[in-house]
């Protein structure tokens, strides 16, 4: 199946409405082809993550990639991050840190759990957009993501 025919489906676990919309209109714009989750804290990803049957009695596929805000509520995303690169069935999916965080410690702890990017969140709409553009070049048109 080629990036063309291949829906990628993206989780987007991010505490902030506006912030999610952003990320989700983004891949909408720049390729039509893209399933995005919203999870608004760390454990209603790894509950999502966890769920192998949605509510309607469909199983659900893993997904391609997660973005993850570090600063979430009940559980934050350097806890969750840990979890998943430590799980066998979760941490070949690519977990892309996406953040307000700059903090040198973030950008270490980070990496040193297996996060495979970080990226500091623009703060400007049209910054955002064209950073979301570059990530999907990046994630869906270069990279051969495991199946």
Known sequence: MS?????????IAEDDEDDYALISDSFKLIQKNCQTDWVRDGEELLDFLNSTIDPNGIKKEKPDLIFLDLNMPKKDGREVLQEIKSN??????????????????DIQMTYNLGANSYIQKPFKYSDFHIMMENCFKYWIQTVKLPS
């Open 3 to 11: 990036n063309e025919e291949k829906i990628f489906k993206i989780i």
């Open 88 to 105: 066998p069935k979760f941490k070949f999916i690519p977990v892309i840190i996406l953040t307000t965080s700059q903090a040198k410690v």
